[in-house]
């Protein structure tokens, strides 16, 4: 399980659910962020897959999906992304555009997903 970067847990376990810390797009290696939107967006999605592979789960079991992006005029790329990473599962999902995230990120995911 990747180590958070501050003092929250990355994954919360309860009642068979799997409560996911939102993920920003920064690389666990580089601490970079892409420049690109659709990069941001597939590499805080893989960081949702992965969290919830070390949990004993996958994408498949995600029920709900909320995705903070800094600027609204952005969601098409986004969604282009989502719909390409989820396929035929279409978990409920909520788009929040918020203004300015951390690190100068441009989107924002957390999940909750059966274990």
Known sequence: MPKSNGHYSQVIQHGGLLYLSGQLPVDPLTKEIPEDIEKQTSL???????????????????LQI?????????????????????????????????GQLHYGSSIEIEATAVL
């Open 66 to 98: 909320r995705i903070y992006v800094s600027d609204i005029s952005i969601w098409e790329k986004v969604n282009s992304v989502y719909e390409s990473f989820f396929g035929e599962h279409k978990p409920v999902r909520c788009i929040i555009p918020v």
């Open 44 to 62: 805080a999605l893989s960081k949702v897959e992965l969290l919830l592979k070390e949990s004993g789960s996958s994408i498949n079991n995600i």
